[in-house]
């Protein structure tokens, strides 16, 4: 099935066709006044360049005046191979069909409300027969047997004509144009965005991105650009003062070399507070048994990671390269990262 844009908002149909699988645009009048349009053949012109094939009016009381417009369009600049010219249904249309297709050019009959129409634009040789769904059906026709009628009327009679699912209202008449054999289906842009959304579908994809950045994200990728240290020679008072700089929940402590040689973390802090009071505050680094730390090389991934998170029940781990701490990990750096919930 052929798919085409229905729109005259340029921004939108630039967005749309970098798809690339669009096959072309159809837009009316209306469309152009709505979005506050008032030069049409600039527009159209302008259009033409942007998308593969062009669907727009030609209008006329006669057939020769539809063939004269059609003609004056052209002659601004279209290609005929490019553009198919919109007639809504009538005798006068299907005059105007025959005469243009004698001439190779490409013609849309539209506004088709029932299958006879239908049938004398299949007859006089209309490219499209175009079938107005939305509309029909808020006026209670029942649209949806048309289309099926007549895309069946033209595949067995043969005719080259295309019925077009038209006047789209939402993605179930999507699902209808392709249940029903329609050979092109125009749609708006916000129901054509609509048409790849799943809940499902976004579940499953978010999986596989976390899952990959867990195998793939190294360590180093994941922390953040803080990394809280302080010397042995530091009082638990400037521990502190650091640590709240870098808005984490521990400070990592090295020796002189800069080698890792242990933790300070904010639970440290409380409980201490609370069995030694405020004399604590002036404790060195080097006066506490230190131990040495949780720590994880920077190239580790972080499957590597979310195993010592959930078997460890912490909330840092301390990112090493050489020994030496090179920042750290908390887990609210993989919950951003979407990695784990």
């Known amino acids: 099935m052929e798919l085409y844009l229905d729109s005259a908002d340029l921004k939108e149909i630039e967005e749309a066709f970098k798809l690339g699988s669009i096959d072309g645009l159809t837009t009316t009048p209306t469309f152009m006044h709505r979005h506050g349009i008032t030069n049409i053949d600039d527009t159209i012109l302008k259009l033409s360049k942007m998308v593969p094939i062009l669907q727009i009016e030609a209008l006329g009381e006669t057939a020769e005046e539809v063939v004269a417009e059609a003609k004056r369009l052209l002659a601004l600049g279209l290609d005929k191979k490019k ?130 950045r867990q195998m793939t994200m190294k360590v180093r990728e994941a922390i953040e650009d803080k990394n809280p240290t302080v010397g042995l020679d530091a009082t638990v008072t400037e521990a502190s003062i650091e640590m709240t700089a870098s808005g984490m929940g521990a400070v990592s402590i090295v020796d002189d070399k800069g080698d890792l040689a242990g933790i300070f973390t904010d639970g440290d802090l409380r409980r201490h507070l609370n069995e030694d009071g405020e004399n604590f505050l002036k404790k060195k680094m080097r006066e506490f048994k230190l131990f040495q730390p949780i720590s994880l090389d920077g190239e580790d991934t972080l499957n590597k990671a979310i195993e010592i998170f959930k078997e460890k029940q912490i909330d840092n781990i301390i990112a090493v390269s050489d020994r030496k701490p090179i920042g750290m990990l908390d887990i609210q750096d993989l919950i951003k990262l979407n990695v784990i919930e």
């Open 83 to 212: 553009t198919v010219f919109k007639i809504p249904a009538s005798l006068e249309a299907v005059r105007a069909c025959k005469m243009l297709r004698d001439e190779d050019i490409m013609v849309n009959i539209h506004l088709v409300y029932n299958l006879q129409q239908a049938y004398m634009a299949a007859a006089a040789g209309a490219t499209y027969i175009c079938v107005l769904v939305g509309r029909m059906q808020d006026q209670g026709y029942d649209a949806l047997q048309l289309v099926g009628e007549c895309v069946e009327m033209v595949d067995h009679y043969g005719y080259d004509s295309k019925v077009m699912f038209s006047s789209v209202r939402n993605p179930e008449h999507i699902k209808n144009a392709l249940h029903l054999g329609a050979h092109t289906c125009t749609i708006p842009w916000r129901i054509m965005k609509q048409m790849n959304e799943n809940k499902f579908t976004e579940i499953g994809t978010q999986q596989f991105f976390a899952h990959t």
